[in-house]
């Protein structure tokens, strides 16, 4: 694994989920943006086991937009449903202000979520 993507998975690369509040993008998402041309699909998988719930979900998010790719989809699917309960919240930016996403479901998963709030990008 490279040292971009280790660091990734740490809270170093921030907490915040999303793409950008208050006009600037959120620090996790400038990172993400760094390793995500070079991203192979093991890469992706192995971020969703992040230390970092905010790369958790970017990286669950990036195998909604990239899922034909994935090999393994029904055993990626029952970790992603793993984790939207045990992360029930997290935190995003709606305009200026911080707000708290919570208790995911399969229709409210966080690429489709944050896509309703105007914060993820595509």
């Known amino acids: 694994m490279s040292a971009p993507i280790a660091d990734y998975m740490t809270p170093n690369s921030g907490t915040m989920y999303g793409y950008a ?4 993008i959120m620090q996790n998402r400038r990172e993400f943006l760094k390793i995500e041309d070079s991203l192979t699909c093991d890469e992706a998988v192995y ?3 992040a230390i970092n719930p905010a ?3 970017t990286a669950i998010e990036y195998y909604y937009y990239h899922k034909d790719l994935f090999l393994d989809r029904e055993k990626i699917e029952e970790w992603i449903d793993i984790n939207f ?3 029930p919240k997290v935190k995003t930016m709606w305009g200026c202000s911080e707000v708290i996403l919570g208790h995911f479901t399969n229709d409210a998963k966080p ?3 944050a896509k309703n709030l105007g914060v993820a990008g595509g």
């Open 21 to 24: 509040g208050g006009g600037v």
């Open 47 to 49: 971020l969703m086991y």
């Open 55 to 57: 790369s958790r979900l």
């Open 85 to 87: 309960a045990e992360i």
């Open 111 to 113: 690429h489709k979520t």
